[in-house]
T-cell receptor
Framework: SQQGEEDPQALSIQEGENATMNCSYK?????LQWYRQNSGRGLVHLILIRSNEREKHSGRLRVTLDTSKKSSSLLITASRAADTASYFCATDEDNQGGKLIFGQGTELSVKP | SQTIHQWPATLVQPVGSPLSLECTVE??????LYWYRQAAGRGLQLLFYSVGIGQISSEVPQNLSASRPQDRQFILSSKKLLLSDSGFYLCAWSRSWGQYFGPGTRLTVT
């Protein structure tokens, strides 16, 4: 089953602007993860936020989690052309043995 | 450090032909292993996962099967490919803090 739903599906911004992507899910989770995929490549793990955490930072990335609304957001500050990629959220559901359920992704384009 | 390999990188196969995609992991032992398929412009669909040698769980009934003959080897197979099997196939292994993906295999069934 597809749990994560992301919006927007596509986002185009100028270099230096911030990019915000949102993810909603349906069931209870252990944690939520964000991944990045360059065109035609494998996914790269960016950040994990646990169900008891509300906000997490890693470099220019900021992730928030609202378990009451079953939603998360990924903010990329001061974007660069090299940030152009697809971004996916994935949920690790309770008692599912580490399986992840991926969203459909947001395609981010950062124009120089 | 851990690395994950997939081959081949690209594959073009006729309908009805067999398939074998291989994934190997180095630098870790007893990893959880996963096969995903990604259609163009879409998210990942979990096909199979394995928590140990010979232990395979199937997520979606279909034309594919998986095997884990060794601790760090995961194989995706089909006896007869369908057009709908075309896609980007990704192997991954997991630790508690996330999954690590291989480079993927682009399969085109003609």
């Amino acid at each position: 089953s597809q749990q994560g739903e992301e919006d927007p599906q596509a986002l185009s911004i100028q270099e230096g602007e911030n990019a915000t992507m949102n993810c909603s899910y349906k069931t209870s989770i252990n944690n939520l993860q964000w991944y990045r995929q360059n065109s035609g490549r494998g996914l790269v793990h960016l950040i994990l936020i646990r169900s008891n955490e509300r906000e997490k930072h890693s470099g220019r990335l900021r992730v928030t989690l609202d378990t009451s609304k079953k939603s998360s957001s990924l903010l990329i500050t001061a974007s660069r052309a090299a940030d152009t990629a697809s971004y996916f959220c994935a949920t690790d559901e309770d008692n599912q043995g580490g399986k992840l359920i991926f969203g459909q992704g947001t395609e981010l384009s950062v124009k120089p | 450090s851990q690395t994950i390999h997939q081959w081949p990188a690209t594959l073009v196969q006729p309908v009805g032909s067999p398939l074998s995609l291989e994934c190997t992991v180095e630098g870790t032992s007893n990893p959880n292993l996963y096969w995903y398929r990604q259609a163009a412009g879409r998210g990942l669909q979990l096909l199979f996962y394995s928590v140990g040698i010979g232990q395979i769980s199937s997520e979606v009934p279909q034309n594919l099967s998986a095997s884990r003959p060794q601790d760090r080897q995961f194989i995706l197979s089909s006896k007869k490919l369908l057009l709908s099997d075309s896609g980007f196939y990704l192997c991954a292994w997991s630790r508690s803090w996330g999954q690590y993906f291989g480079p993927g295999t682009r399969l085109t069934v003609t």
